[in-house]
């Protein structure tokens, strides 16, 4: 645990950022396959997704965008963080092998309720392609 920031509220300003890296790879799909029992041809099929138009099979949507809630649990804001609720736009698709970089901004602060709003662009950075983007309400718990 030495390694998750630790926020509190006050210490937080609009426009502090993140950002993470997750190599994709096959056994990621394979086991979020596995996890949620989603075994849609187009995730396991290299076939099937190449004869539906694309380069090879391709991550589920949500676990693109999962990889999001590291990013918040663990950087910014933390341990004090608590996810309320999240939307994720899906652009392009993201295929093994791809280098995601995920990052975050905090775009807003409501210092009433505790609850930040922080906005999510995974980009593949070997090819500048906007694979997703996002937004998080996360309150910060008091870290007593």
Do not use: C, W
């Amino acid at each position: 645990m030495d390694n998750i920031a630790r926020y509190t509220l006050e210490e937080l300003a609009e426009g502090m950022e993140a950002q993470i890296e997750h190599e994709l790879i096959y056994d990621d799909i394979s086991a979020f396959a596995n996890l949620t029992k989603d075994f849609h041809p187009l995730h396991v099929s290299k076939s099937y997704a190449v004869a539906n138009g694309f380069e090879n099979i391709i991550a589920h949507g949500l676990l693109i965008s999962s990889f999001s809630s590291t990013l918040i649990g663990m950087k910014l804001p933390g341990i004090n963080a608590i996810i309320i609720s999240q939307t994720f736009k899906y652009r392009k698709p993201a295929y093994p092998g791809v280098n995601l970089l995920i990052k975050g901004i905090l775009e807003k602060i409501d210092p009433r309720t505790g609850v930040l709003e922080i906005k999510i662009k995974i980009t593949a950075p070997d090819q500048k392609q906007l694979i997703a983007t996002g937004k998080y309400l996360v309150k910060v718990r008091d870290s007593n």
